[in-house]
């Protein structure tokens, strides 16, 4: 089986929207899909550090992957399965995300991954997983997640090689925010329908460059379409993709007290929601508040520009 390729672009590392009493606020989560839809995304990474989803229980990781899927609309539905160091349980998690039948399903780096574990360890249990996924022709990636301490781990170009060569493999979010290395995953799997999506900001226009398939990251909770264009446009508009990306590359240096400051911007400025985080409270200075609202004006001055190039 060969998986096909997903969309390229933008895939916002989506956040979860709470309510006053700590549950999920639903109708905000879909306002905030039509609000990634008007930003012009590629798709969605769901249930991800972003989401909080070592706070989330299963049952909740499932019914918001269900709703996910059910109105992503014109997005790539991209869902990250487990969070359990355990293998019977990541068994369970995995098949639990698959039955709400995602474009792709995520592993997550440091859950595979052991402490002192070699490449045809890692493989082995990557392997292993993907083995006792009930569904055998659910497309695959991997989410290389911030954190995890001695179990965090990079994606080498043999591991990324064996990935590209099982056929099931499509995503990969690259977050080592090195552009050596980032080129050298990209390499690896050229030729492939295994796409690397850049994590960083500033890193993201040479990345293109060197042939990633676009980006997934934090900061297309705040702006995507800067994203999604630069990723559409960087060969048409070198000129102006060169600017895009020296502006992106400074506001992603404006995300104090994330996730709850995206969700204040969302607040005020894209899909309605409260600023409720189920890992901080918001503790944002009143110059960090302000910096939001000159952000959206840079952004929002910026697409308007943009917008006009293909007049």
């Known amino acids: 089986m060969q998986a096909k390729a997903l969309k390229r672009g933008a895939y916002p590392a989506m956040i979860t929207p709470y309510t006053a009493d700590n549950k999920i606020d639903y109708p905000a989560v879909e306002r905030l899909l039509r609000w990634y839809e008007k930003e012009n995304c590629a798709g969605v990474l769901a249930i991800c550090a972003s989401s909080e989803i070592e706070l989330l229980s299963l049952e909740e990781r499932i019914e918001l992957a269900h709703f996910c899927v059910e109105h992503k609309g014109n997005l790539t539905m991209v869902v990250c399965g487990h969070c359990s160091d355990d293998f019977e349980e990541q068994v369970i998690e995995m098949n639990a995300m698959a039955a709400a039948k995602p474009d792709a399903l995520c592993f997550i780096v440091s859950h595979v991954n052991e402490p002192g574990l070699d490449d045809d360890g890692f493989i082995a249990n990557t392997k292993r997983l993907m083995d006792a996924i009930e569904d ?3 497309p695959l990636g991997f989410y290389e997640c911030p954190g995890g301490g001695e179990r965090r781990r990079f994606l080498n170009e043999k591991i990324l090689k064996w990935c590209a060569d099982t056929g099931r493999f499509v995503f990969v979010k690259e977050t080592s925010c090195q552009s050596a290395a980032i080129k050298a995953k990209i390499d690896a799997v050229k030729g492939t329908n295994l796409g690397i999506y850049n994590a960083n900001s500033s890193l993201l226009y040479q990345s293109l460059l060197d042939g990633a398939a676009g980006f997934c990251g934090i900061m297309a909770n705040y702006h995507g379409y800067p994203y999604q264009w630069l990723c559409d446009n960087f060969e048409k508009h070198p000129k102006e993709a060169a600017l895009v990306s020296d502006l992106i590359g400074a506001l992603s240096q404006t995300t104090s007290g994330y996730p709850a400051s995206a969700k204040l911007y969302q607040k005020k400025y894209g899909a309605y929601m409260e600023p409720y985080s189920r890992r901080f409270k918001l503790n944002m200075s009143e110059e960090d ?18 917008e006009e190039l293909d007049k």
């Open 136 to 138: 055998k022709e659910i």
């Open 289 to 306: 508040e302000y910096r939001l609202g000159q952000v959206h004006n840079v952004v929002t001055y910026l697409r308007e520009k943009l």
